[in-house]
């Protein structure tokens, strides 16, 4: 099993654009990234095509399962 | 001739150990993080690149930054 955090922001022009991690912690919590995510918009340092990142939106966990089939 | 180089772009890895190959070698993956400011100061770039790796499970191996610049002739 695959997962991925997904830590989702509202830039400049209302677009949603979605930062993703490999391998979260499995004991993560809201507020845990949440924090991550407020210092990503305090410090600014990533530019989209939506422009700068303004807005926390959402933070998931992403799970992907692949099945071979036998 | 005056040649400036013009910053365009720049991105981060965050490279982690994932395991050990078969053969007992340390296996490595960069998580790279896309759209970064050129402008960016590198002690933001650190600083966002290890509380990011602080959400994941493995063993950050190292931090880098990778600039583009376009070289202006003029």
Known sequence: ?70 | MAVSKVPQSSRAGIKVQTGVSTAGAPVYRVRSLQNVKAAALDEDVYAVAQAMAALQQHAVVSISRVDEANLVNE
């Open chain 1, 1 to 70: 099993m695959n997962r991925t955090l997904e830590m989702v922001f509202r830039a400049a022009n209302g677009r949603e654009v979605t930062i993703s991690l490999a391998d979260p912690l499995e004991n993560l919590t809201l507020a845990g990234v949440t924090a991550v995510m407020a210092d990503i918009i305090a410090r600014n340092i990533f530019i989209t095509t939506g422009g700068e990142l303004r807005d926390i939106m959402d933070a998931r966990i992403r799970t992907r399962e692949t099945v071979s089939l036998a």
